[in-house]
């Protein structure tokens, strides 16, 4: 399989320029200069950087300045750390992965599509002149089966466009059911020879978001320790809905890179019956999580991505419960970076 070069080790800026209050005041502080150069000299070499469209693009389909400056400076910052740099569209005018966004419409409907395309290719006109170090992700993870379909003719419309004016660009697609690796092989063929397919894993989800308060049903209480043989793991998860999402992939022997080797192998196949190039794009442990189990899912997951060469950014830097700088978390920070 193609190996994505520049894009092996990365980390998400999540919650800075998307999910969250788009304040001068925040968007200021949240994010420096020096974060940058921390990330570069813990030994990665790219950033994943979110935004929201109303970070730069207002109700009228004009551009906003101001939105813009932030990913010039990013972009900057980049460059003096010697950093590569993907750009994520988490959220356009009609969709987001969050429903508590209250987008809607967006892959059905014509004025939201051409904002959309608007907006690519504004950022295209911008940064298609970075080619050889940034990256554009066009959309972040589609959710529902049924929208997959209109979504690859509308990727496949903007990847057109794009073209136009960054031609070299390497354009990250993925699928539906939140980009998950399960759901690879429903991403359209690639367009050109810089397209990658792109995915999110956070398996198995009773592990990497217990306790989580934003996933439906999910018990605030409840804590479950990573690995642990099959039937332990099954006898846990009946304190928690939705196992047999996940069931069919944990082998007898229970976790290990076993899991992941499963997991990913139909995407593997995918990738190089396609001849296209495979990333992960978002994978992570909750805070809230044990943190030696925490090192444990990040080392097995780690030693799968590393023997077939796919690149991959964690989820994330600091805050959205998720960060590698906060709470337990940052107690194993070390051992998780080095594992990467």
Sequence with gaps: MKKWNGYQKGINLGGWLSQAELTKEHCDTFIQKSDIQKIAEWGFDHIRLPIDYNLV????????????????????????YSLNMILDLHKTAGFSFDEGECEKGFFYDDDMISRFISLWTEFAKRYGKYSRRLAFELLNEVVDESDNEPWQKIAESTVDIIRKYAPETKILIGSYYNNSVQTVKHIANPFDENII???????????????????????????????????DFLAESKKAPNINEFEWAVPESGFSTEYFENLFHEAIETAEKRNVMLYCGEYGVIELADP???VNWYHDIHSVLEKYGIGRAIWCYKGKDFGILDGMLNIVRDDIIKNS
């Excluded at 389909?61 to 003096?80: M, V």
């Excluded at 398996?203 to 479950?224: C, D, S």
């Design 57 to 80: 693009q207002d109700n009228k389909s004009g551009f906003i300045e101001t939105g813009f400056a932030y990913i010039d400076n990013c972009i900057e910052w980049c460059e003096k």
């Design 197 to 231: 397919y792109n995915f999110h894993c956070y398996e198995p989800l009773l592990f990497t978001h217990q306790g989580a308060y934003w996933v439906k049903n999910m018990p605030a209480n409840f804590r479950i320790k990573y690995p642990m043989p099959k039937d």
């Design 292 to 294: 030696e189990s925490a």
